[in-house]
Each structure stands twice: as C-alpha cells, then as structure tokens.
C-alpha cells in the first residue's frame, strides 16, 4: 500500500518542491519550519505547516500535533555547523528522536549527506563505513546511526551529494577564485530534481531499512566541471593549483539503481 500521510521535518529549498510534488500525487502532506511567519505563509499557499524549533534541551512549538496522524516523517534540518554557532546538531536530533518515537511513527527517511565520508576515503558505495573528518561529518553520521538504530520505527538514510538546481549552483560561490586546491578530485553532484524523484521512489516501493548514496553517476573534475559551468553562466572561471598529489572523494550510487531501478537525469 503506497503511504499516504507524509510529513516533512522541514520545508525550505528541497523539502517544499518535494511537499507540493507530493500533494500533485495525491499524497497527504505537512510540515514544519523554524520560522512562525514563514510557516503562515506556506498553509495559506495549500500545505499546512508548523513552526517548530529544536534545540539541545527541547522542541517548541506544536511537535505533537506536528508528528501526528503520520505514516512516514521525512527529515530534511540541515545541521548548519558551517555557521559555528556552536549548537550540537547531534544532540538536537536526538531530542527530536525522543519525541518521533513518543508519537509511534512506523516509518522514517532521515536526509543526510555524504560529507560523512573522508575527502580521501576515495571511492566509496554503500558498503563503505565512512571515516568523517570534520566535525559537521562526525555529527551527521552519529545522527543517522542514533536513526538508523532506533527500534521504533524502519529508517531509510539518503546521503546526498552537493546540492543544484533552481538559482542554486555551487559555481557561484566558486567564480573568479583563485589558488583553488585539488583540482582534479571528481564532483560529487545531484540536482534537485534528481532528490525529489528518489524520494519519491522510495515512499512508492516503501523502501524501507536502507540506506542510499544519492549522487549523480557522472564524476568529472573539479577543475573540468566548474570551468564549464562558469562560462555557461558568464562568470569568471575559477582558477585551480597545479597539483601533483590529489586527494579524493568519488561517491557511487550502487543501490539508487539496484534497490529504486532509479535512473539520474541525463543532463549534468
């Protein structure tokens, strides 16, 4: 039977597209973001949506109502460590654990990245037990197995790759830098589109109990990619060292196509 009652842990670049993607396949769908103003905003515009903040101690807002009523719970909070703000991301999660498995939701897909491999672990599949080596990759890996492990409900961890589509391109942060390092490690990329369909596949097989790298299959360099797509959009290319030993990173997504028969889109 194809689950109907979804709720998303999160509504902002990826999480509201897959909400109204979801609500086009007759899928019934709520949300939650941090902000109260914004989550007024997105019910008036068809989804209902909480305001709902965790922290370290607690969940304000209206969690139970939120986690109610819900046949599978998608959770899409970004950790943001980049921001230094000193919040343990892990420690969040684990509250906001306590509070999905005090609602009795059967199932859960937990977004997380696949910064939780080593810039120089390589190539690694599924089967590869990642070796983080900063603190946001540590954190995010503690999450998923404090997720993956909980005897609650069956989870499914997605690891995505670096994150495009719409105005977003990670060549805009790049263009017109210089000195770049590691120009030759492959790109580790997947669009948006790319996200919202394997999501999708997963609700529709209740594919459950795993765990998938989601990442375009196509690897080109650094060096090749960022170039290329600078001159696409009219930006400066960015400039790369010239570098004897490169350090890598090369995901595959073996069970995106094994597991979901899921084919990535064609262009790049």
């Known amino acids: ?52 903040v965790i922290s370290e101690d607690s969940v304000s807002g209206m969690v139970t109502t939120f ?21 343990n991301y892990a420690l969040k999660m684990a509250v906001f654990l306590n509070e999905i498995e005090n609602a009795g939701i059967p199932n859960v897909i937990l977004v997380s990245s696949t910064s939780v491999y080593a810039d120089d672990q390589g190539q690694v599949s599924e089967h590869i037990v990642p070796m983080p080596d900063t ?8 999450v998923e197995q404090l997720f993956f492990n909980s005897p609650s409900f069956e989870c499914t961890i997605v690891r995505f ?8 391109n990670p060549v805009k ?15 580790n990329l997947i669009h948006r589109q790319d996200c919202i369909g394997i999501l999708m596949e997963i609700l529709k097989r209740d594919a459950f109990g795993h765990i998938f790298n989601c990442v375009h299959p196509m690897h080109p360099s650094k060096k090749e990619y960022y170039t290329n797509k600078a001159k696409e959009l ?23 196509r094994k597991v979901l028969n899921y084919h990535f889109r064609d262009t790049f």
């Open 234 to 256: 009219g930006l400066e290319p960015p400039e790369y060292q010239a570098e004897s030993k490169e350090v890598f990173k090369q995901v595959e997504s073996n069970l995106v």
């Open 67 to 87: 986690l109610s009523d819900t046949e599978v719970l998608i959770i899409m909070i970004p950790p943001g460590l980049r921001r230094n703000t000193g919040a």
């Open 161 to 168: 790759g670096g994150l495009y589509g719409g105005s977003r």
């Open 1 to 52: 039977m194809m689950s109907k009652k979804i709720t998303i842990a999160g509504l902002g670049w990826l999480g509201k597209p897959l909400a109204s993607t979801l609500k086009l396949y007759g899928y019934s769908v709520k949300g939650s973001v941090t902000d109260a103003v914004k989550a007024k905003e997105i019910t008036k515009s068809g989804i209902t949506c909480y305001p709902l």
């Open 135 to 142: 603190d946001a990759g540590r954190q995010l890996y503690e």
């Open 173 to 187: 942060f790049l263009a017109g830098r210089k000195n770049l390092s590691n120009g030759e490690a492959p790109v």
